[in-house]
Structures are given as C-alpha cells and as structure tokens.
C-alpha cells in the first residue's frame, strides 16, 4: 500500500534556485493537498486541488506553483528558492475532506 | 488570536498513566474535528475523527468534542511508550480546508 508517495525526501538548494516536488498518490482520491511544518507554526496549506484540472491558494501561496497533472499526480514548484521557505513539506490526499492521508514529508533546506 | 490553539508541551507522562490533551478554538463554524498523530521524521496519520458534541471512542483512545466550549481533547488511557508522539488537532466546516493546531509533543516514560 504505497498511499501518497512524494520525492525527494531531502534536498538542499541555494537562494534563487527552482526545484519541483513529486506527489503521487494511488488511491483515486479527488483532492491533493500540499502543506508545509514549520517549528511553531504547524500545518499551513499551501496549495489544495479539489479534483483534477483545479488548483486553489492555501493560507501560503507566495513563492510557489501547483500542477495537478492528472488525478494521481500534484506537484508544487518553488520558481526562486528563498531561505524562508526552508521547510518541512507535506503533500496529502483525500476522498472526503475530512479523512486527509499524508505523504511521508520532503525536507528542504535553502541556503 | 489563531484560530485553533493548542498547548504545545512538550508532555512527559509515566507509562499506564491517562493522558489528556486539549485544543480550543474560536470560530464556532467549524464542524468535523479530528486529531492526527505524527511520529518523529513522519507524515501525520489520522487517529480520530468526530463531527457531534459527546465523546468517541477506540480502543484505548477517546475523542471529545463541546461545541459550546469551542473545546476539544483526546484522552488516550493506558499510554504506552509507543504512543510517544505528536498529537495534532485538526477542523474544518465540512468542506476540503483543514485548519490545525500547532501540535503537542507527548513522551510516555517507561
């Protein structure tokens, strides 16, 4: 039971590079979610797609990019990496809202 | 004011004992409630979910909701040292957006 699968799991980037991160997940959810866990400040929804071809702003949209490339597929791209968006990075999925399964994490460090 | 809060420990409590954590919130909109455990280096799994006022129970784990408090906590009896994570509240008003609490750190001392 793979669940919601993102890549990579670590990656370090210097200020104003871009880099894409992975999500897929393989239990015909409608909804994919992408959050991030800072210390303090819990999970913040970044980006949320209520069904292939939709995306929607989270409570912190600036500074990234979704696609939803089809009903598996969620990806979140940081254009110009900045230190602030050092993070921990979640993607998640659900069928209903209420009951959101998540990935394992990809921790990004920007330096 | 955020909209969810929650005590964000850390909590050290000895093995067998009766857990208790809380979070409370402000808008009185919200409808489902859950509360999701995330152990060390790991994505969050949910553990409980609930949408009426009362109590909900599984196993060793309870959930109670008072929407008349805007209160809400998650009793888990018996704790082990596995249970040694953290616990996150999470609610919405029925709809796709969860909002969460900062997270509380547990340690069960064997």
């Known amino acids: 039971n793979a669940g919601v699968t993102q890549t990579p799991k670590f990656q370090v980037l210097k200020t104003g590079q871009s880099m894409t991160l992975q999500c897929a997940q393989d239990?015909?959810?409608?909804?994919m979610y992408w959050y991030r866990q800072d210390p303090g400040m819990g999970l913040r929804l970044i980006y949320y797609s209520a069904s292939e071809g939709t995306t929607d702003k989270g409570e912190v949209p600036n500074g990234y990019n979704v696609s939803r490339l089809n009903k598996r597929e969620f990806s979140l791209r940081l254009e110009s990496a900045a230190p602030s968006q050092t993070s921990v990075y979640f993607c998640?999925?659900?069928?209903?809202?209420?009951?959101?399964?998540f990935g394992e994490g990809s921790w990004l460090t920007v330096v | 004011q955020k909209e969810v809060e929650q005590d964000p420990g850390p909590l050290s409590v000895p093995e067998g004992a009766i857990v208790s954590l809380n979070c409370t919130y402000s808008?009185?909109?919200?409808?489902?409630f859950m509360w999701y455990r995330q152990y060390s280096r790991k994505g969050p799994e949910l553990l409980m979910y609930?949408?009426?006022?009362g109590n909900k129970e599984d196993g060793r784990f309870t959930a109670q909701v008072d929407k008349s408090s805007k209160y809400i906590s998650l009793f888990i009896r018996d704790s082990q040292p596995s249970d040694s994570a953290t616990y996150l509240c999470?609610?919405?008003?029925?709809?796709?957006?969860?909002?969460f609490g900062t997270g509380t750190r547990l340690t069960i001392i064997p």
């Open positions: 998640a999925s659900s069928f209903l809202g209420n009951t959101i399964y």
């Open positions: 808008n009185s909109a919200f409808q489902y």
């Open positions: 999470a609610m919405n008003f029925g709809n796709e957006k969860l909002t």
């Open positions: 609930t949408y009426s006022s």
């Open positions: 239990m015909n959810h409608n909804s």
